[in-house]
């Protein structure tokens, strides 16, 4: 797993780099379940429909990076499809 604690202001700058000043923004990810629900910047990590975590897009274990243009905000129920679907 490559967990991390994220600072307000790492969170800031990932969710508006993909996501500008919007507060609620799609989830990016090509198989959600979830399309039409919006993710919303206020509940990042609190596992609600719409709460989100940060995702490396690739995964630190496949030799991605924890640098920004890595990261993109998902939702947490995109997130954890995402890495159960790596588990081998
Ligand atoms: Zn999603």
Redesign the pocket.
């Given at each position: 797993m490559n967990r991390k604690d994220w600072s307000e202001e790492e969170l800031i700058k990932i969710w508006t780099s993909k996501n500008g000043n919007a507060n609620e923004a799609k989830?990016p990810?090509s198989e959600?379940?979830?399309?039409n629900v919006l993710m919303r910047f206020s509940n990042y990590g609190n596992h609600s429909e719409v709460s989100w975590v940060v995702d490396h897009i690739i995964a630190i274990d496949n030799g991605g990076k924890n640098e920004l243009s890595n990261l993109r905000p998902?939702?947490n129920?995109?997130n954890s499809i995402k890495s159960n679907r790596m588990i081998k």
């Open positions: 989830c990810f959600c379940p979830n399309k998902l939702h129920l995109c």
